[in-house]
């Protein structure tokens, strides 16, 4: 039931999204915190880029809430904090990240809940063969308010 809840959320979430114009201006008008979150979301983002290019896998997880679900199309849930952490570092054993980015194509924010389309860009080189690879990926994050009154990501369904 919790899954059929999530896709649902996603689905309004991308249908929602398809005007971001509208979407935005709507967003801001009921929500002025809207742009405090989208600078929320860039910092984190921003520290993820940098441990990811540093190969940091405990701080490239730091953007994540301790139950966060991550999700790449046709693999199965990454669950929880150490998961993700072993995950990153598989990652590492296997690329060097030289360049990242993340782009935010639609954001709603709902009290203590953010939905966001976005796009990432990286490039890579593969650690087996030296070889570099640029891929272009599009992701939905729903990010969670922390006690602490940061923002992290709760729920990641990433399509490569």
């Known amino acids: 039931m919790k899954n059929l809840i999530i896709i649902g959320v996603a689905l309004l979430l991308v249908a929602s999204c398809t005007q971001p114009h509208i979407e935005e201006k709507v967003a801001t008008i009921e929500n002025p915190s809207i742009d405090s979150v989208r600078l929320a979301i860039k910092e984190a983002f921003a520290i993820h880029i940098a441990a990811g290019i540093s190969g940091n896998a405990f701080e490239a997880i730091s953007i994540f809430d301790d139950e966060a679900t991550f999700i790449e199309y046709g693999s199965p849930p990454i669950v929880g ?63 969670k308010k922390q006690e602490d009154g940061t923002w992290r990501i709760h729920y990641f369904v990433y399509y490569p």
């Open 81 to 143: 904090r150490e998961a993700l952490v072993l995950y990153e570092i598989s990652m590492f054993e296997q690329v060097k990240i030289l360049k990242s980015s993340h782009t935010i194509e639609g954001l709603t924010v709902q009290e203590d809940f953010a939905y966001q389309l976005g796009m990432m860009s990286a490039e890579m080189q593969m650690k087996a063969d030296d070889s570099i690879v640029e891929t272009t990926s599009r992701y939905m994050a729903s990010w």
